[in-house]
């Protein structure tokens, strides 16, 4: 396919190539995404998952977040996720920035990763903003909201809900790499959602060369130079291979 070549010869061209990564990269390990047609979002009202919501009924959320995300914690990096760590590894792309929480890029050996929703080893209390490990957290049954030992404050999975500001220091390590990046690539997401979303676009107003892979049509498809429908799982390594 002669869009695999072209984003292999980008990639062997560039400086700082940069991937943008989103639930689309997860669903080959078997966790859901939120749009496409086994979504999440389809399932369960998003509105549960705005940060007002969550203050309001901390302990439904919780056995919410428990049992629609917890099962995130046993799955296992696809060969999306080793095709973006082997890139890393030869020196082919410079960060990864996911909107993902299931910190599967890290455990299939990419090194600088940014998550930008958050993730889901840790619990912060929303009080005195100590963070717990998530499992030190679980350990017992989810009746109510877990409570902070340290202060008594509620606490909260320390993923980003909506209407929540995204962690200040990955929005400005991902702005900045946008904006060095000569060769963007938008991964398995909808780009749907910002600010994640304006990454793209502040990369190709700075000159980037936007390749976007996914299955389905995107937000951001009329700024491509390069589209790619298809799966991942199978695109990513056809990519590697060709490096
Ligand atoms: P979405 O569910 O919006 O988009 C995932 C995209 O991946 C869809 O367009 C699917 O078609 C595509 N896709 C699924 N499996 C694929 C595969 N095997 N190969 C190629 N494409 C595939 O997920 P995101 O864009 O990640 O926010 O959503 C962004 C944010 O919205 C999430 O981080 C989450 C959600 O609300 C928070 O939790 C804060």
Redesign the pocket.
């Known amino acids: 396919m002669d869009e695999l070549r072209e984003v292999a010869d980008l990639l062997n061209r560039s400086n700082c190539a940069v991937a943008l990564?989103?639930?689309?990269?997860?669903?080959?390990s078997g966790i859901?995404?939120?749009?496409?047609?086994q979504?999440?979002?389809r399932r369960i009202d998003?509105r549960r998952?705005e940060i007002a919501y969550f203050y309001a009924h901390p302990g439904e959320v919780w056995r919410l977040f428990v049992d629609t995300f917890l099962a995130q914690a046993e799955a296992k990096p696809n060969p999306?996720h080793l095709a973006l760590a082997e890139l890393e590894a030869k020196g082919k792309i410079c960060a990864v920035i996911t909107?993902?929480?299931d910190g599967l890029h890290q455990r299939a050996g990419s090194k600088r990763v940014i998550e930008?929703?958050?993730s889901l080893r840790y619990a912060v209390c929303t009080s005195c903003g100590a963070r717990f490990p998530l499992s030190e957290v679980l350990k017992g049954p989810i009746d109510d909201a877990p409570r902070c030992r340290v202060c008594g404050g509620v606490l909260k999975p320390d993923?980003?809900?909506?209407g929540?500001p995204l962690p200040y220091e990955a929005l400005q390590d991902a702005m900045m790499l946008a904006e060095l990046s000569d060769v963007f690539m938008a991964?398995?997401?909808?780009?749907?959602?910002a600010p994640?979303?304006r990454l793209p676009l502040i990369a190709k107003r700075k000159g980037a060369k936007l390749v976007i892979?996914?299955?389905?049509?995107?937000e951001l498809d009329e700024f491509a130079d390069i589209i790619i429908?298809?799966?991942?799982?199978?695109?990513l390594p056809r990519i590697a291979e060709l490096i």
């Open positions: 990564t989103g639930a689309g990269v997860s669903t080959p859901p995404d939120f749009r496409g047609p979504g999440l979002w998003p998952f999306a909107q993902n929480v930008l929703h958050g993923v980003v809900f909506f929540e991964i398995g997401t909808s780009l749907a959602v994640a979303n892979i996914n299955q389905d049509p995107t429908r298809g799966k991942v799982e199978e695109i």
